[in-house]
Every structure is written in structure tokens, then in C-alpha cells.
Nanobody, 124 residues
Framework: QVQPVESGGGSVQAGGSLRLSCVVS????????MAWFRQAPGKEREVVAT????????SYAESVKGRFTIARDSARNLLYLQMNSLTSEDTATYYC?????????????????WGQGTQVTVYS
């Protein structure tokens, strides 16, 4: 099983932006659901944004709506997360998930492959 690889994390001042990337290689089909999740210290992993690839239909957690954008490049098996207007509440390890099927895209149980995560730290 090939693990997705995330990149683009780092430290950024509050109000700044970061763009996360995830390459999902080794699969002809990476959907129908792909998603970004995050886990902050001491908290459970939560969904951030999802994309239902047959229609490229996106959805977002309420806490990131209007600030984050999920997108994909199907030709290159890439998944992106553009994060703007970052706050300290966005500090977490961000995980890419792919090959989600058999349920709602926001349900982390449906995903077959996960990346190792990339750290995002937002400081004041």
C-alpha cells in the first residue's frame, strides 16, 4: 500500500496563508472521496475539507468555511488545501486521506489510505 505524502506545512503568523499539497501515487483511482483532516494536541482528529471526485463537490468544516479551499489535480494525483486567514486555532497536524468509499466523505472511517501528516503552526 502506497502512502500519500503531504507537504507545505510550517510556521506562519496569524493572518497568513499556507498551501498544503498531497501526492497520492500508485493508484489509478484515488476517490471517490478525498479529504484533509487535522489533529491538534490533546484533541481528536477532525475533518477539515472533503472533495467528492466524481463531481468535484467540496465541503468544509464550519470553522474553516470561507478561509480554506480544497482542490485536486487529477492528472497528477495531487490534492491541495489552500489555507488563508490562519489563526492559532488552526494549529494542528494535517493529514491527507484518499480512496474513501462506502460512506460520507466527512467520515474518516471510510478512507483506505492516509498520509503521515504535516505540521501547521500558527503563531501570534
Amino acid at each position: 500500500q502506497v502512502q500519500p505524502v503531504e507537504s507545505g506545512g510550517g510556521s506562519v503568523q496569524a493572518g497568513g496563508s499556507l498551501r498544503l499539497s498531497c501526492v497520492v501515487s500508485g493508484y489509478r483511482y484515488t476517490g471517490p472521496c478525498m479529504a484533509w483532516f487535522r489533529q491538534a494536541p490533546g484533541k481528536e482528529r477532525e475533518v477539515v475539507a472533503t472533495i467528492y471526485t466524481p463531481h468535484d463537490r467540496t465541503s468544509y468544516a464550519e470553522s474553516v468555511k470561507g478561509r480554506f479551499t480544497i482542490a485536486r489535480d487529477s492528472a497528477r494525483n495531487l490534492l491541495y488545501l489552500q489555507m488563508n486567514s490562519l489563526t492559532s486555532e488552526d494549529t494542528a497536524t494535517y493529514y491527507c486521506a484518499a480512496r474513501g468509499s462506502g460512506g460520507y466523505c466527512y467520515n474518516q472511517e471510510i478512507y483506505a489510505v492516509w498520509g503521515q501528516g504535516t505540521q501547521v503552526t500558527v503563531y501570534s
